[in-house]
């Protein structure tokens, strides 16, 4: 394969639906949540699409909208078919009683007439039929391109199956990194299976550090030495390496979130490297991947 060819096959991610998903993209998870950083947030986002990471995922929930409204200032003027706008509906929104006017909201917000992608963020108490039904209903009246899941684990995943319309699920948001592998025990596989793709939020971890669901930091990637090993062989960033620890599966996008401007070069030449044997072994000893089902971690 060319080289041009190679690398663009790199960058995007082909969804069940026939279309394209770009591989990386840019998270809001935190922001708008201090506004004396507002313009900091709203130059790394521009910045980073003109590192050409055109993919911005963000969320109702996220500082109670005021994260879309962040990305809609980010974006304005810029053209619209070269954005991959992705946002998320709570669970006790999922149903023709409020996911049609939550929808609008972003809309509203993120200043634009479609999403390129709409996920229901956690299963909670969801009707999974009644939400699919709306789904596709906000697909069937041009107001999202696609649909799909976040933080949904196997059993969550069969469910979704088995309501009409289920299948048209084009993607899972699921927390995976170096250190949160659990996935990778039977998530993955049965979705390979039904070529659904994945995209990792905190592919970094929060800033190195993992964190469990109560919120309390648990370890932090970046000082583990084998990990600091691995990029000094290899020349790069910490955060390089753990983000192309997870790009390194041709089924994942990752949206790591990054304000400073030296940290989104870094992510937007991640997609560029490929990671040994050697290297994943040597991480597998401080981070091994998982012998047996392990909870799904979310946060």
């Known amino acids: 394969m060319e080289e041009h060819a190679l690398r663009a096959e790199r960058k995007t991610l082909l969804l069940p639906d026939g279309s394209y998903m770009p591989r990386l993209g840019q998270g809001t998870w935190k922001m708008a949540e201090d506004d004396t950083v507002r313009e900091r947030e709203l130059r790394g986002l521009r910045y980073g699409i003109e590192k050409g990471i055109t993919m911005i995922d963000s969320a109702e929930m996220y500082a109670d909208g005021k994260a879309e409204g962040l990305t809609g200032d980010a974006i304005e003027g810029i053209d619209r078919s070269g954005l991959y706008l992705v946002s998320k509906v709570l669970p006790e929104n999922a149903n023709k009683r409020h996911m049609f006017s939550s929808v609008h909201r972003s809309l509203k917000l993120l ?12 299963r909670g ?77 905190s592919p970094v971890g929060q800033a190195g550090a993992l964190v469990t669901q109560d919120g309390v930091s648990k370890a932090r990637i970046v000082n583990d030495e084998n990990v600091k090993e691995v990029a000094r062989r290899r020349g790069i960033s910490v955060l390089q390496l753990l983000l192309a620890f997870v790009l390194r599966l041709e089924d994942f996008a990752a949206i790591p979130k990054a304000v400073g401007l030296s940290h989104i070069d870094e992510n937007a030449a991640a997609l560029d490297i490929t990671l040994t044997e050697e290297d994943l072994e040597q991480l597998s000893e401080s981070f091994p991947a998982p012998k047996s089902k392990v909870d799904m971690e979310k946060y």
Request: net charge negative; glycine share 6%.
């Open 111 to 122: 200043g634009t007439d479609y999403l390129d992608l709409y996920l229901l963020h956690w």
């Open 125 to 201: 108490d969801a009707d999974l039929s009644e939400a699919v039904w709306c789904l596709e209903s906000l697909r069937q009246q041009g107001k999202i391109r696609r649909w799909g899941v976040s933080n949904f684990d196997v059993a969550d995943m069969e469910d979704l199956w088995k309501v009409p319309d289920g299948r048209n699920c084009c993607v899972n948001q699921v927390l995976y990194n170096l250190g949160t592998r659990g996935v990778e025990y039977d998530l993955i596989p049965w979705q390979r299976e039904r070529k659904i793709p994945f995209m990792a939020y």
